[in-house]
């Protein structure tokens, strides 16, 4: 168990915390930076502290409060960046170019040394010095790269360090592009004044992906396996209930909550609980295998896996249930883009229920909402024109179809283009050709990996229906990617004598994919996958590889899941 530190957390919330411009400040509370509040706090207003820490406070979109401190707090701050995040380097390998870690395999996260200074003799603002390791090196290189600048003088005799001058939003490297600000963004969920033409939104409702908490129960390739799995699980969870009931029966709430930890069985084989289930627990809530909650889901890029879509054995449905309501068929499409904090932005479209990693961070933009029908009878009548183009074509079981894009979004739109007749449907599929354009990625990266993505509107009108018709094919692909027609490369089948062709399950079965070798070298040949040993892949074409999504290409993550 964490030991507690209630004064010091108190002072990261009067200060960092207060001024954080994000919701979620968890990461506040690490241990790193509770250290850094320390020091700073018992130095009062002078002296010298220095650390060696997660780098990640340079950056992180949760940090900019902290930030914000530092700067009021010191008069000058010298930050040298070892980098090396290796996570960052798994996620974005073709990009992050974060190198090794300075401690090897002792760290998976990179590294800062930084001297914060408060001298009150010194006038002015805070003067924050910077100096980057550099791209790609390895341990060994970024070790003689310190050694030979030797201190703080080192670097400053051989002029390497940039000042850094935070922006409005307290970014003090990778700083956003303001213009993104003019742009209409996809979605807000902070209730903003809709006069303000910034504040206007395109999607009325997004989501994060769902999240299980249990998904090596709720995810299985196998619907059967997962019908089987999750039986036992609820049968196991229910006799844990009839368990609790029995001996904490007459017990008031509070009694039962703080109880409940202790008493559960942690058996892994049987369960996995989460803070949520064992609310359900102490509620006293049984539960039943219910067939309806079987659907197909977008586990990871190009991987459906069976999912168990079920509010008490899910951990977090978010707004889901407007998307794809639990028990129904419905048809949807999602657009979904990568968090905010990825490490590089991404973009997916799908007909299937994704889940938080099917790319990082996932939040999803429908094309449609499906609500309640019995709910709507109790809205305001003021509300009643949202559903004045509902038919019996768009109610589906007690449910209400209607566009996710906003009037508004349309109006913006058709301000723009005014000679032109634009749907939402048009809306839906630029915005989709629009978030693959590598200009635009290039231009707004730091904002696209700080914030959700803003959509503008182009200069031309032919630009405008080139991005339209563009997402639309690229919609189709990726969502109908198992019906495109293959790409003719070979398929090399071992030697017959050893193989039992009319064995189809040991033929085809699979242990993990990989890539062949170069002949004397290290390099792997990715022209060639080694399916497994009956199955060799040849002729593959590098351009393949070019399609990254989520860090890496489409081809690796099939690779990478394909398996047993």
């Known amino acids: 168990k964490n030991t507690p530190y209630p004064i010091l957390d108190d002072r990261i919330r009067e200060t960092y915390a207060t001024q954080s411009k994000v919701t979620n400040i968890r990461a506040l509370y690490d241990s790193y930076i509770r250290a850094i509040r320390w020091a700073s706090d018992r130095i009062d207003n002078a002296g010298v502290i220095g650390f060696v820490t997660n780098g990640s406070f340079l950056d992180a979109n949760s940090m900019t409060g902290l930030r914000k401190c530092f700067v009021k707090e010191f008069s000058s701050i010298y930050v040298l960046n070892l980098r090396g995040d290796i996570r960052k380097n798994m996620t974005n390998k073709e990009n992050s170019q974060e190198g090794q870690n300075i401690f090897g395999s002792g760290s998976m996260t990179g590294i800062a040394v930084t001297l914060f200074i408060k001298n009150p003799n010194t006038s002015g603002e805070c003067k924050i010095y910077y100096h980057d390791i550099g791209d790609n090196l390895t341990t060994k290189d970024k070790l003689i790269t310190i050694e030979r600048l030797g201190s703080v003088s080192g670097i400053t005799n051989k002029s390497s360090w940039r000042m850094i001058i935070p922006n409005e939003h307290d970014d003090w490297i990778n700083q956003r592009d303001n213009s993104f600000a003019n742009f209409l963004t996809l979605g807000d969920k902070k209730g903003n004044n809709k006069k303000k033409e910034n504040n206007k939104k395109l999607f009325e409702i997004y989501s994060c992906g769902l999240k299980t908490n249990r998904d090596v129960w709720a995810y299985n390739s196998s619907r059967e396996c997962l019908v089987k799995n999750m039986r036992n699980m609820i049968a196991f969870y229910n006799s844990e209930v009839e368990r609790f009931n029995d001996v904490?029966?007459?017990?008031?709430?509070?009694?039962?909550?703080?109880?409940?930890?202790?008493?559960?069985?942690?058996?892994?084989?049987?369960?996995?609980?989460?803070?949520?289930?064992?609310?359900?627990?102490?509620?006293?809530?049984?539960?039943?295998?219910?067939?309806?909650?079987?659907?197909?889901?977008?586990?990871?890029?190009?991987?459906?896996?069976?999912?168990?879509?079920?509010?008490?054995?899910?951990?977090?449905?978010?707004?889901?249930?407007?998307?794809?309501?639990?028990?129904?068929?419905?048809?949807?499409?999602?657009?979904?883009?990568?968090?905010?904090?990825?490490?590089?932005?991404?973009?997916?479209?799908?007909?299937?229920?994704?889940?938080?990693?099917?790319?990082?961070?996932?939040?999803?933009?429908?094309?449609?909402?499906?609500?309640?029908?019995?709910?709507?009878?109790?809205?305001?009548?003021?509300?009643?024109?949202?559903?004045?183009?509902?038919?019996?074509?768009?109610?589906?079981?007690?449910?209400?179809?209607?566009?996710?894009?906003?009037?508004?979004?349309?109006?913006?739109?058709?301000?723009?283009?005014?000679?032109?007749?634009?749907?939402?449907?048009?809306?839906?599929?630029?915005?989709?050709?629009?978030?693959?354009?590598?200009?635009?990625?290039?231009?707004?990266?730091?904002?696209?990996?700080?914030?959700?993505?803003?959509?503008?509107?182009?200069?031309?009108?032919?630009?405008?229906?080139?991005?339209?018709?563009?997402?639309?094919?690229?919609?189709?692909?990726?969502?109908?990617?198992?019906?495109?027609?293959?790409?003719?490369?070979?398929?090399?089948?071992?030697?017959?004598?050893?193989?039992?062709?009319?064995?189809?399950?040991?033929?085809?079965?699979?242990?993990?994919?990989?890539?062949?070798?170069?002949?004397?070298?290290?390099?792997?040949?990715?022209?060639?996958?080694?399916?497994?040993?009956?199955?060799?892949?040849?002729?593959?074409p590098l351009e393949a590889y070019e399609y990254i999504v989520n860090g890496k290409p489409a081809l690796e993550w099939v690779m990478g899941r394909q398996c047993v």
């Open 248 to 540: 904490y029966s007459h017990a008031n709430r509070k009694t039962r909550v703080k109880t409940v930890n202790d008493f559960v069985n942690t058996d892994e084989k049987k369960i996995s609980w989460s803070s949520s289930l064992k609310e359900e627990l102490v509620r006293g809530q049984f539960s039943e295998f219910e067939s309806d909650c079987l659907i197909q889901s977008l586990y990871r890029p190009f991987t459906q896996q069976w999912l168990y879509y079920n509010r008490i054995f899910n951990e977090r449905v978010y707004q889901m249930p407007r998307i794809f309501p639990i028990g129904k068929a419905v048809e949807n499409r999602v657009i979904h883009v990568t968090g905010i904090g990825a490490s590089n932005f991404s973009v997916l479209m799908n007909t299937d229920i994704p889940s938080l990693d099917s790319i990082e961070k996932c939040q999803c933009f429908p094309r449609y909402i499906y609500e309640d029908t019995e709910s709507l009878k109790n809205k305001n009548e003021k509300q009643s024109h949202l559903f004045t183009y509902s038919t019996e074509a768009n109610t589906t079981a007690g449910l209400q179809k209607r566009d996710a894009i906003t009037d508004e979004g349309l109006a913006h739109f058709k301000d723009a283009y005014p000679s032109e007749t634009i749907t939402k449907d048009d809306l839906f599929y630029y915005v989709y050709g629009l978030l693959h354009s590598e200009d635009y990625r290039t231009r707004y990266a730091h904002n696209l990996c700080k914030e959700l993505p803003r959509i503008p509107c182009v200069k031309s009108t032919d630009d405008f229906w080139k991005f339209v018709t563009a997402g639309r094919e690229l919609g189709h692909l990726h969502v109908n990617y198992k019906d495109v027609e293959p790409y003719p490369v070979t398929f090399k089948k071992g030697n017959p004598k050893l193989t039992d062709i009319s064995n189809s399950e040991k033929l085809y079965y699979v242990t993990e994919m990989k890539f062949a070798k170069i002949k004397n070298s290290k390099e792997k040949d990715k022209s060639t996958v080694i399916y497994n040993s009956n199955i060799t892949i040849t002729d593959i």
